[in-house]
């Protein structure tokens, strides 16, 4: 979880599941908005966040557009098949 807080009325707030939203030119979390009606900031104590892909062209089982795509690359002769 992420600790933000409110830079103007020093309220915080801690949030596990933060939404990523553009807003007045900057991006912020959208849960991470306070009373005063601005949005809070945090400080990372960690490395980059661990996102989960979810669409399923990305899905690691039988990627048939990566299989289509080689076929059109390489035709059907494999990379590693030598000429006929």
């Known amino acids: 979880m992420t600790l933000y807080t409110c830079e103007c009325c ?21 849960q991470a908005q306070c009373s005063c009606g601005k949005y809070m900031t945090s ?7 661990s996102l989960k892909r979810t669409e399923p062209t990305l899905s690691k089982k039988g990627d048939k557009l990566w299989d289509s795509a080689k076929e059109k690359l390489c035709g059907e002769r494999g990379v590693n098949e030598p000429f006929k």
């Open 10 to 30: 020093k309220e915080s707030k801690e949030i596990s599941k933060a939404t990523i939203i553009y807003n007045d030119g900057k991006w912020v979390c959208k």
């Open 43 to 49: 400080k990372p104590k960690e490395g980059m966040p």
